[in-house]
């Protein structure tokens, strides 16, 4: 069903919220986990009660959190590629550069699902991403958004993520030093709480 419906009983902040993530049709929101709808800017408690109302009409519900899975040893498939392998050959492409160009910075870093997405993870949760029909979405957090603010104009972007459309190649650079920023954040948390 047309998200139009939905979109009439939500306020503007919610709706750029879905927005961001691509979503056109109620059904989409089952790739989610609520946790991570519940997180977007803009959606609070009643937008979520809204949300979660339309998707029952429909007999949809938000995907069940899964337990965190790291990557798997060779010659298993991870979770990630799993994940990777649901899209059509396309989309499969960007995925896979995207998850190469973040490798390239962070070579260390696990791989996991996490809020039903990719996730890759540095002494804690470093960055997201995720395949859509007409975007990859990179979830890098709202610090790193705003740190790079002028070099993301371009693109469509949130609190915490931005989109990246599939008919454009990836901006390879800005993204590494994006991730970099992360790793540095990251490493440097760690850093602070050691005694």
Excluded: C, W
């Excluded at 986990?33 to 519940?38: A, F, G, N, V, Y």
């Excluded at 007999?59 to 790291?70: C, G, I, S, T």
């Excluded at 798997?72 to 059509?88: H, K, W």
């Amino acid at each position: 069903m047309n998200i139009e419906v939905l979109f009439a009983k939500l306020a503007s902040p919610a709706r750029r919220a879905l927005q961001t993530l691509g979503i056109s049709e109620i059904e989409e929101l089952s790739r989610y986990e609520k946790e991570l709808i519940s997180e977007l800017h803009g959606i609070g408690p009643n937008a979520l009660k809204a949300i979660e109302h339309e998707m029952s009409l429909l007999n949809v519900a938000f995907r069940k959190k899964a337990a965190p899975v790291q990557e798997t040893t060779e010659g298993d498939v991870s979770s990630v590629d799993r994940y990777i392998s649901g899209f059509p050959q396309h989309i499969q492409e960007k995925l896979q550069e995207m998850r190469s160009i973040i490798r390239s910075v962070a070579p260390v870093a696990t791989e996991k699902i996490s809020y039903g997405i990719p996730t890759f993870y540095l002494q804690g949760n470093l960055v997201h991403f995720a395949g859509y029909a007409k975007h990859i979405g990179f979830y890098p957090g709202a610090a790193a958004i705003s740190t790079f603010t002028e070099e993301l104009k371009g693109y469509k972007s949130a609190k915490g993520s931005v989109q990246f459309p599939i008919e454009q190649p990836l901006p390879a650079e800005l993204i590494r030093q994006i991730v970099r920023l992360r790793v540095e954040e990251n490493l440097g948390k760690t850093e602070q709480t050691e005694p």
